[in-house]
């Protein structure tokens, strides 16, 4: 499989919606599914999140019975929207768990070195009391979270593993040479978005708050990176390609739309926390800079709120773990050097055995065969 130089332009607004033989979740469905949302705008308790589908394991749907409601009304986390287009979408639940188990993964990994690395610290907040804060940490963690429903579910279409999507019907890439067949089976992003946006943006859309409120505007954040997330996948999908030919000549290739590795999409995510926009509510109820000297976000940057706070020290207030015990790399400078990563508390020093392969040898044929050899390493710990 190889990349081809060609990519697609940028999404303008959002995805059209192609025609395709394929039933999706298009006309009276999702129109219902609309319904079902506008009807609700009690606000809804943060304590729990659709992010919990990732910890708590899920049926395959063909364990499901048919008809059977309960499946949905026992899943935790689920705003009564998201309740509904579960009623409507059962099937789709398995692959939501699986893109917001993705999604905290990345999170983790991409925070492993940082003061605040991500923690998940029960099966239904996830995060805890961490994510009412306003902060650029939650900024990142809504983005990726529904950037993982995207992947997940764009290749769920793919896999056929969806009654209501299969590969995606993008058109053909304008730059895409003429001798080159369009048409393999590519993930389907187009309706792995719009299944995201529905699915995702439901808890905050069925709320109603007073305008110009904090509650709005952490509502707004919410939306604004939710859609970040989702567009950082649509952005990174790109064409793959595959050769034929007699012996390896690639005289023919076949291409289709393929996502980018998550990882790729984390990174992305992570340049885009690095650089988000400090914002307020105003009168009339939007999201304005703090600072009128920077550039307007687009809808594929991230937005805060609220100030972070540092992670040092444990606070059951504001849901942070601190530092202490969290290992420290004496010799770095960066975050997670022991003098920044331990807030100048100090740390504590000790051996450990690691144990890695090593003397590897190739033996014709087939195979590798390797020694255990062990080390001891110092480590460091913050106090």
């Known amino acids: 499989m190889q990349g081809a130089p060609c990519r697609r332009p940028p999404p303008r607004g959002l995805p059209q919606r192609r025609r395709r033989p394929q039933p999706t979740m298009t006309g009276p469905r999702l129109a219902l599914a609309a319904a079902l949302l506008c009807s609700c705008t009690s606000p809804v308790a943060d304590a729990n999140s659709w992010w919990s589908l990732a910890m708590n394991p899920i049926q395959r749907p063909e364990m499901y019975i048919i008809g059977a409601q309960p499946v949905c009304s026992q899943l935790p986390g689920l705003s009564p929207g998201q309740r509904k287009l579960c009623q409507l979408y059962q099937e789709h639940m398995v692959f939501i768990g699986e893109g917001a188990r993705s999604a905290i993964k990345e999170c983790q990994y991409q925070f492993r070195q940082r003061r605040w690395n991500c923690s998940t610290v029960d099966n239904t907040s996830v995060f805890g009391r961490v994510m009412k804060i306003g902060s650029r940490e939650t900024a990142f963690t809504y983005a ?37 067949l369009w048409g393999g089976c590519g993930d389907n992003v187009e309706y792995g978005y719009r299944f995201a946006k529905e699915f995702v943006d439901a808890k905050e859309r069925e709320k109603n708050y007073v305008r110009g409120s904090e509650e709005q505007a952490r509502m707004l954040m919410n939306l604004q990176n939710n859609e970040a997330g989702r567009r950082a996948v649509y952005k990174l999908a790109d064409v793959a390609c595959k050769c034929h030919g007699v012996s390896g000549s690639c005289s023919l290739k076949t291409c289709w739309l393929q996502l980018a590795d998550f990882r790729k999409v984390g990174d992305l995510l992570k340049e885009k926390y690095d650089s988000a926009a400090a914002m307020r509510i105003s009168r009339k109820g939007k999201l304005e800079l703090v ?40 010799t770095s400078e960066g975050m997670d050097g022991c003098e920044l990563m331990c807030c100048g508390r100090g740390y504590d020093q000790f051996k450990s055995v690691q144990v890695e392969r090593c003397h590897c040898k190739f033996h014709w044929c087939c195979y590798v065969k390797c020694k255990k050899c062990t080390e001891i390493v110092d480590q460091y710990v913050c106090k």
């Open 291 to 330: 600072n009128n000297r920077f550039n307007m976000p687009t809808q594929e940057d991230l937005v805060y709120v609220d100030p972070s706070p540092d992670y040092c020290l444990r606070n059951e207030t504001t849901g942070s773990l601190g530092t202490q015990g969290r290992l420290c790399n004496k």
């Open 144 to 180: 990726v979270s529904a950037a993982g429903v995207v992947n997940a579910i764009s290749r769920a279409c793919r896999e056929g593993e969806l009654s209501s999507c299969g590969c995606s019907r993008t058109a053909r890439p304008k730059d895409l040479p003429r001798d080159w």
